[in-house]
């Protein structure tokens, strides 16, 4: 789950629907040193909903903050039944074509960095290497008494044995990789301690109503400072953790171009928005630059 206070954002009224021209696209990762900014809408194609797309889980529930998650036990067994289930699920989505486009173009040099809003390590199984997790991993889990990181494999193991024949079906798969379940279907779920001191698990993510760590967003505005432009892929900069790096560039006078295909919280900030699908879009940018997004797939498998 994520942080982030602003769970929702209302476009203007008759907002601008944007443009298919990729050639601002184009131009950019020619000049090179783009900075990446992608959000839950390029993982929607590897068959991760986003929040608030069409269908988004923002429609169906709250998600877990991080006051609940901490405060009571019975939200930790809620959390980590979901999650369990999702896992399995979430842990089988592969890169699609937009990821494997965003690594082609760090491979051939054009970007000064990725930043990516999403916990599900699609960047990296596509072969992207300077990629910042704004918002943690879901492959790791860290104790909140001792802060031991551990692997989530290994706590999956774990929640495994203690909770034989646990298996509901889920009504959904959310993009922070947990699962829409009953609290019937919760039920008495085993939630399993950190082995180091006994202390409480959490995934290494940034919950909702959770500060994203001074360092990082640090680090990522070093990122925005050196970058030549800003090129923000699916997300709807809703919430002010990926806002503020448009912000920034925007103030800096650093060309901001998103491709998303519903209007940003941040198109006011933007030179265009290209209201196309991710996937098509950055794979016709690849081919007129002579590199196939394809072809870094095989590389990287």
Known sequence: MRMRPTLSWTPAENPSPGTTDLQPVEDALRAGRVLVLSGAGISTESGIPDYRGEGGSLSRHTPMTYQDFTAEAQARRRYWARSHLGWRTFGHARPNAGHRAVAAFERRGLLSGVITQNVDGLHQAAGAEAVVELHGSLERVVCLSC????????????????????????????????????????????????????????????????????????????????ASSLLVLGSSLTVMSGLRFVRQAAQDGKPVLIINRDPTRGDRHALARIALSLGPALGTVADRLGMSAAAGAAETA
């Open 147 to 226: 802060g031991d990181l551990s692997p989530r494999r290994e706590l999956a193991r774990r929640l495994e044995e203690a909770n034989a024949g646990f298996e509901p079906v889920a009504a959904a798969i959310n993009p922070d990789g947990d699962a829409d379940l009953t609290d019937e279907q919760v039920g008495d779920f085993c939630v399993v301690p950190c082995t180091v001191c006994g202390g409480i698990l959490k995934p290494d993510v940034v919950f909702f109503g959770e500060a994203v760590p001074p360092q990082r967003v640090e680090h990522c505005r070093e990122l925005v400072r050196a």
